[in-house]
């Protein structure tokens, strides 16, 4: 060990220059970081004894690091300087995940790849308690290195065992606890995400916020059971954390594999291939499985204004349709073959558990502690939603920021703090009424706020309509899964699984297309004109026109273009046209009404109530009492070809915003008239 030691000396005598800049800012920077490859180069056998005993080795690093830093002497006597290492490398099997961690590992340092799930509050930790002996009132200074607060074993004066502690005179430090869990791109299969807790000090704390992707080098250690027993909890004693990037597109991508990706995107019909590689044992819908395929790859991302305003790269889709068309088998296909992706029920989930919360609980030693949500876990990925329109309104209601904004304020119990939430929704929700009304339009059958619903780029509605040919088609596709291998593998994606979610990946993480002059003259010639016709109609609005543009980026990126063409930008307004045909076409006016979808009322009902003010008011000013019948109303409003069942329904609709009131049965009059 003596060897080791001075080894460690001449080490640290080689970074002096680092050593003299901690001294410089001390106490703005109290850590000095060492790269575990400069270790292992100046001395093998010191960085492999760094894994093994990480305890030794940063003790003796510590104790010479006091005797050469030099600072104020009003700074020496609480002087404190932590030896941080980082670059712990993958390939020796020293960066591992958490539910690789077993009792061996107990003691040694390790790297664990995580994101940050739960954050408490900062607490003061003992670091050398102050005690007094009771009989002779001794002082003794006891250092703290467990949980649990230890005592002097004896008084060096009269030996007694009893001792009175004084916080307020002992040395305190700053402790605080994460848990982090495993990355989702990591896991196989159905597995679930294992966490730990990750114990961190001095200037480790807040360092990083809930829904953070990390990397923590830290020692494995074992905490007591509460109540006696031979099982122990374990947890990470943090030496260092690095915040790495929070995207899912770190999928490990061979040097073959990206020459098959590259070969890919040269056929001419790959846009075709990827749309035949969504939910492939689902027949049809075109239309929808390009749209998922556009979601998967996404705008361009880290787009900036100049005044610094981040552009949402993500793209929203939301399937509204009736019972049994295959919405909840096309999320789950999405959810198996995202590289990261989190899938939900609306049923079996809060709006905090979709965005953030602050909890109390014991992880927090009863404090506040902050948690992260599914759009905040799944960053960088898609979150699909499914039953979204049995979620209660509070709860849908906070995702609204988290869709547009791409971040989660939260001001609870005192903290306030905000998320970056780079998530994709793919939702899928019932008719108001369960399955959808022919004689209704669309537009007025979803059972989603117009504020929300404005949020989704692509809104598609899925009907179910007897068709006998179409059924039997259905019937021949579904039945091929239950036959024999040989007709199963007619229904098999055209891109490999696996290879298509790197081909994904790799597009999400390399390819950063650029709009040319032409696509994007053609996105505003096809803008332009949605936005013409009469003057009090909204045909489309600037949300229309960035979703345009997200679209047809993502459709040069299936291609691993660096250029946005017309052909992309026919691909984004030839799929924006088809749903606002379905969902938008206001059959009274004979035009696309976008408040149809994103606003309360759309043209042609603001018309009619326009009208049925100025029935009511003609009438007022005709009549004797100052008041107007609901008879006279209901006749005047079929002479203007407003049914009997409408005009009930907009009178009452005044009457709840107080535009009306009835001072006598059957009879009303304006508010303004009181």
């Known amino acids: ?15 002096s220059n680092d050593i003299n800049k901690v001294a410089e800012i001390y106490p703005e920077v109290k850590s000095l970081l060492i790269n575990y490859e400069e270790l292992e180069k100046f001395d093998h056998g010191l960085a492999e004894g760094l894994i093994a005993k990480p305890d030794d080795t940063l003790e003796i690093l510590q104790t010479f690091l006091k005797e050469k830093i030099s600072v104020a002497p009003e700074l020496m006597d609480d002087l404190r300087i932590n030896v941080r290492f980082y670059n712990i490398p993958k390939e020796k099997g020293y960066t591992i995940l958490v539910r690789e961690l077993r009792s061996k590992n107990v003691g040694a340092m390790m790297a664990l790849d995580g994101l940050v799930n739960k954050i408490t509050d900062i607490f003061p930790k003992i670091e050398i308690g102050r005690f007094y002996c009771n009989k002779c009132n001794e002082s003794h200074d006891e250092p703290q290195v467990t949980r649990f607060l230890q005592q002097p074993p004896f008084c060096n004066n009269c030996k007694r065992r009893e001792f009175r502690f004084v916080p307020e005179e002992s040395k305190l430090t700053d402790i605080q606890k994460l848990e982090i869990q495993e990355p989702l791109e990591m896991l196989k299969g159905g597995a679930e995400a294992r966490r730990i807790e990750v114990w961190v000090e001095d200037d480790l704390t807040d360092a990083v916020c809930a829904g953070d992707r990390v990397v923590v080098t830290g020692i494995m250690r074992l905490l007591p059971p509460k109540k006696g027993g031979s099982v122990y909890l374990k947890y990470i004693e943090g030496n260092n954390i690095e915040g790495i990037a929070r995207e899912f597109e770190d999928i490990e991508i061979s040097k073959k594999e990206e020459r098959e990706i590259k070969k890919l995107a ?12 969504i939910a492939p044992g689902i027949w049809g819908y ?23 305003t981040a552009l949402r790269p993500d793209i929203h889709l939301l399937l509204v349709g009736d019972p049994g068309v295959a919405k909840s088998r096309l999320l789950q296909y999405v959810n198996q073959v995202a590289p990261k992706s989190i899938y939900v029920t609306g049923k079996g989930t809060t709006g905090a558990g979709l965005t953030a919360t602050a909890e109390k609980d014991d992880f927090g030693e009863g404090g506040w502690t902050l948690k992260a949500g599914a759009l905040v876990l799944a960053g960088g990925g898609v979150v699909c939603i499914d039953e979204f329109d049995k979620m209660d309104k509070e709860d849908r209601s906070a995702m609204h920021e988290a869709m547009e904004q791409q971040t ?3 001001a609870k119990a005192g903290m306030v703090t905000r998320f970056i939430a780079n998530t994709a929704v793919l939702a899928a929700s019932n008719p108001k009424f369960s399955r959808f009304d022919s004689y209704k339009p669309l537009g007025e059958q979803f059972d989603i706020p117009p504020t929300l619903l404005s949020r989704f780029d692509l809104i598609f509605p899925i009907r179910d309509i007897v ?6 088609e259905i019937a021949d596709h579904m039945l091929k899964m239950h036959k024999t291998p040989e007709e199963a593998a007619e229904i098999q994606p055209a891109i490999n699984t696996e290879l298509f979610m790197k081909y994904i990946a790799y597009s999400r993480k390399n390819i950063r297309p650029v709009m040319t002059d032409d696509a994007a003259e053609k996105i505003k010639a096809y803008y332009v004109d949605l936005r013409g016709g009469s003057q009090e109609t909204v045909r489309a609005t600037p949300r229309q026109l960035e979703a345009l543009v997200r679209l047809a980026e993502a459709s040069a990126k299936i291609r691993l273009s660096d250029t946005v063409t017309v052909s992309d930008a026919d691909r984004a307004i030839r799929l924006t046209n088809f749903v606002l045909r379905e969902v938008a076409y206001d059959a009274a006016t004979g035009e696309i009404d976008i408040d149809r979808i994103g606003a309360e009322y759309p043209k042609s009902d603001r018309d009619k109530i326009k009208l049925m003010e100025d029935i009511i008011r003609g009438l007022l000013a005709e009549s004797g009492d100052g008041s107007a019948h609901m008879d006279d109303v209901l006749r005047e409003a079929e002479g203007k070809e407003i049914d009997k069942f409408k005009a009930e329904k907009i009178i009452n609709e005044l009457k709840n915003k107080g535009i009306i009131y009835e001072p006598r049965h059957g009879r009303f009059m304006f508010t303004e008239h009181r």
């Not at 040269?266 to 590689?277: F, G, L, M, N, R």
């Not at 991302?301 to 005044?307: C, E, I, V, Y």
Request: glycine share 8%; charged share 40%; no cysteine.
């Open 286 to 308: 075109n239309e929808v499985k390009e749209a998922i395929a556009l979601q998967l790859f996404g705008g361009r991302g880290r787009k900036r204004l100049p005044d610094g």
């Open 408 to 410: 989660i304020s939260v």
């Open 467 to 472: 068709d006998k040919e179409k059924d039997a």
């Open 1 to 15: 060990m003596e060897k080791a030691s001075e080894k460690l000396g001449e080490f640290l005598n080689k970074k």
């Open 266 to 277: 040269k056929d001419p019909k790959i846009h075709d291939h990827v749309i035949a590689s």
